[in-house]
């Protein structure tokens, strides 16, 4: 899976994959010989990502995957027109500005090749040694740093490409052993149940600040991780099917906020306490006159929170502790506590 470097015939690849989205988009394929292959498949792909963090397989250069690009987006049209195609799918981001600069210029695309989206992942990693009262505070500085990153692409692909897309399709946090699994007398740790509200609030504080840059898609890897295979990093408990905190921040997001909200100027004063209003992030959200405020609590320890008056009334869902549940209540007092690692949706009355 992961031999050689060279790949000089990319028409045989373009063709590859074009038959491999006819066999799940248009019944089947026809091979090189002529004969047809039936599958009965009739999906409705609507985006083909072209192959996953290339900066960490067959020292792929940025002229290499554009050539790649170019033949896999042709041959594909021509058996699914309709497709939107994402590029890059780069797992370092903040290590290929270059790539990024070549990638998005059209001029080094052949003609037509469209350009819709690019990708990029984000995961927090904390050290071996450090502890859940480390990571509520690593997590989020190197979040913070990401995003910086990423406000450095945005500007890259609006001097290049300003109509493409910006995914980052992968958000959300690895612990350290999950690195070395593979590695012979590896142990599995035990995960903190704190962890999963920790890696949730961590997805919602991206939410917020991706969408500030005008990122149009933040999505949350991965479904499903166990031993061996990523625990950290799952949306599932392993051992009974259930949601964790990791998949019910994310479906609370999904169900209050999405495209075509107008982002509000959000503040947060410290009342004194400085360490109280870094714990917080937050950001006032308005759609067709409703309005909803999104609160992130960064720590690992309840913190009071004084909202505006015209929140009293209003609907507050909230996950936090280790629950991950969503308890829904209303808002009868200007101050409330916000749980350790909570993401809030404060919906006010219309």
């Not at 290929?96 to 350009?115: E, I």
Request: net charge negative; aromatic share 10%.
């Amino acid at each position: 899976y992961s031999q050689g470097t060279q790949l000089p015939d990319v028409k045989a690849l373009g063709d590859y994959y074009a038959r491999l989205a006819s066999w799940y988009t248009q019944g089947g394929f026809t091979d090189e010989l002529g004969k047809f292959h039936a599958s009965g498949h009739h999906y409705d792909i609507g985006y083909w990502e072209v192959f996953n963090e290339i900066d960490g397989e067959h020292d792929t250069t940025p002229q290499q995957y554009v050539k790649r690009y170019d033949a896999v987006t042709q041959a594909v049209l021509k058996v699914a027109p309709a497709m939107k195609f994402v590029g890059l799918a780069l797992s370092e981001p903040s290590d290929a500005p270059r790539t990024f600069a070549y990638f998005l210029d059209p001029k080094n695309h052949q003609p037509g090749v469209p350009l819709d989206y690019i990708s990029f992942h984000v995961y927090a990693t904390p050290s071996g040694d450090q502890t859940l009262e480390d990571w509520q505070y690593t997590f989020f500085n190197q979040a913070s740093a990401f995003v910086s990153v990423a406000g450095y692409i945005l500007q890259i692909r609006d001097q290049l490409s300003p109509s493409t897309k910006v995914m980052v399709n992968e958000a959300g946090s690895i612990l350290s052993g999950d690195m070395v699994q593979g590695e012979p007398g590896h142990i599995e740790k035990p995960i903190p149940p704190a962890y999963w509200n920790l890696s949730g609030a961590l997805y919602a504080y991206l939410y917020i600040e991706l969408a500030k840059l005008g990122v149009d898609t933040v999505g949350e890897s991965q479904l499903v991780g166990y031993p061996s295979q990523f625990p950290s990093v799952t949306m599932i408990d392993w051992t009974n099917g259930k949601p964790n905190a990791r998949f019910t921040v994310l479906e609370l997001i999904k169900n209050n906020f999405g495209p075509g909200d107008d982002l509000s100027a959000t503040l947060v004063r410290s009342n004194g306490s400085l360490a109280e209003s870094d714990a917080i992030e937050a950001q006032a959200f308005t759609r067709e006159g409703h309005r909803k405020l999104l609160l992130v609590n960064q720590r690992n320890r309840e913190v009071a929170v004084e909202l505006p008056k015209e929140c009293l009334g209003a609907t507050i869902q909230t996950i936090g502790g280790v629950s991950p549940d969503t308890v829904t209540q209303n808002v009868g007092d200007a101050k409330v506590r916000l749980m350790p690692f909570s993401v809030s949706v404060v919906a006010l009355k219309d």
